[in-house]
C-alpha cells in the first residue's frame, strides 16, 4: 500500500490545456514536497507546502495543501511543452528520508 | 556549478556480477541519500548517511546491497552478485544536513541493467 497515492499516473493533453494532479494519502502531515522529473535527471523540486489550506504559485503552476493536510494538488494552467515530465510529491521525515508517490506523467503535445 | 555527479551514467552487467555504482555530493553537504527508481516500485529510498555515518539503512533491500562513505564526500554503492530485479535507476541526493528542513539536490542517476 502506497503511502501517497498520485492520480492520474498517465496524462496526455494538447497545448493550452490546463489540468490537475491529485496526491491523496489516509495520513496527516506536517508538510508535503512537489518535484519534476525530465528524462535522464533527478528530480527537482517545485516547491513545498507547510500549513493546512495553503496555496502557493510558481508561473503557471499552483499548488494546494488539503485542509486537514493529507491530500495535495497540483494545477497547469496553459500546459506547455516544456512541462512534459514526471511530476512526484512527497513526503519528508525527520531525517530527511523521502517517500514518494508513484507519480504522474505528463505529456504535453504542441 | 558543481552539482551531484553519479558514475558511470549507465551500466550494463550479468547476473551475478558484482558492481559500484559512484556518487559525488555538493561540496560541502554532509548528508547522503540513495534512492532507486524502477517502473513497478517508483522511487524508493535506500540509506542515508550524515558524514560518514548511515543511521538508517532500512531501504536496503536485501543483504547484497551495502554502501559505505569515505571522508564525508563520496560514497559508494554496492550490489553483489547482481539478479535482474536489481535493474532500475539508482540515484544518489545531497543536503547540506539530514532533515526535512533541508533541500535535497539529485544527481543524474546510474541507469543498471542485469541481463
Known amino acids: 500500500t502506497q503511502l501517497l497515492e498520485q492520480s492520474p499516473q498517465f496524462l496526455s493533453i494538447q497545448e493550452g490545456e490546463n489540468l490537475t494532479v491529485y496526491c491523496n494519502s489516509s495520513?496527516?502531515?506536517?508538510?508535503l514536497q512537489w518535484y519534476r522529473q525530465e528524462p535522464g535527471e533527478g528530480p527537482v523540486l517545485l516547491v513545498t507546502v507547510v500549513t493546512g489550506g495553503e496555496v502557493k504559485k510558481l508561473k503557471r503552476l499552483t499548488f494546494q495543501f488539503g485542509d486537514a493536510r493529507k491530500d495535495s494538488s497540483l494545477h497547469i494552467t496553459a500546459a506547455q511543452p516544456g512541462d512534459t515530465g514526471l511530476y512526484l510529491c512527497a513526503y519528508s521525515s525527520n531525517t530527511g528520508k523521502l517517500i514518494f508517490g508513484q507519480g504522474t506523467t505528463l505529456q504535453v503535445k504542441p | 556549478g558543481a552539482g551531484v555527479s553519479q558514475s558511470p551514467s549507465n551500466k550494463v552487467t550479468e547476473k551475478g556480477k558484482d558492481v559500484e555504482l559512484r556518487c559525488d555530493p555538493i561540496?560541502?553537504?554532509?548528508?547522503l541519500y540513495w534512492y532507486r527508481q524502477s517502473l513497478g516500485q517508483g522511487l524508493e529510498f535506500l540509506i542515508y548517511?550524515?558524514?560518514?555515518?548511515?543511521?538508517?539503512k532500512s531501504g536496503l533491500p536485501s543483504d547484497r546491497f551495502s554502501a559505505e562513505r569515505t571522508g564525508g564526500s563520496v560514497s559508494t554503492l554496492t550490489i553483489q552478485r547482481t539478479q535482474q530485479e536489481d535493474s532500475a535507476v539508482y540515484l544518489c541526493?545531497?543536503?547540506?544536513?539530514?532533515?526535512?528542513?533541508?533541500?535535497?539536490?539529485f544527481g543524474p542517476g546510474t541507469r543498471l541493467t542485469v541481463t
Open positions: 495520513s496527516v502531515f506536517s508538510s
Open positions: 561540496s560541502g553537504h554532509t548528508a
Open positions: 541526493a545531497s543536503s547540506p544536513r539530514a532533515g526535512v528542513s533541508y533541500e535535497q539536490y
Open positions: 548517511f550524515q558524514g560518514n555515518s548511515a543511521p538508517d
